[in-house]
């Protein structure tokens, strides 16, 4: 703000700021048994916390976001590496690291591929 101000336009700022925050609050998104609190970054399996590199972190959240759809790689790619894509292997790779975290310790797989359009993360036992 350029000076002077008046105290009501200073107040009228702060408040849509402190708006915008609670607005972009983040939560607990859930998928079966597997949680991903996005403020503290922990991700919790069947109550076993999870350990997880960023890039993976990123994937997951937007796995999880979309649940049960799937999201097509070209917007995982972009999503996560933005204009400058990696070798085409890269995803494939982080995917594969998403699952032996997430799938291979526990009885039930939770992350799918849909071959030629991308990955999803749902619990495809449960009926909806």
């Given at each position: 703000m350029v000076k002077p101000f008046s105290l009501l336009e200073l107040e009228a700022r702060v408040s849509v700021l402190v708006n915008r925050r609670g607005q972009n609050a983040q939560k607990t998104l859930v998928v079966d048994d597997l949680e991903f609190d996005t403020n503290t970054f922990i991700v919790k399996r069947a109550g076993k916390s999870l350990e997880m590199n960023p890039t993976g972190l990123k994937i997951l959240r937007r796995l999880m976001e979309a649940t049960p759809w799937v999201v097509p790689r070209q917007e995982l790619?972009?999503?996560?590496?933005?204009?400058?894509?990696?070798?085409?292997?890269?995803?494939?790779?982080?995917?594969?690291?998403?699952?032996?975290?997430?799938?291979?310790?526990?009885?039930?797989?939770?992350?799918?591929?849909?071959?030629?359009?991308?990955?999803?993360?749902?619990?495809?036992?449960?009926?909806?």
């Open positions: 790619e972009l999503k996560i590496w933005g204009e400058e894509m990696p070798d085409s292997d890269s995803l494939r790779v982080h995917i594969h690291g998403l699952r032996a975290i997430i799938d291979k310790p526990f009885d039930k797989p939770l992350i799918h591929t849909r071959h030629g359009i991308g990955y999803r993360i749902a619990d495809l036992d449960e009926k909806s």
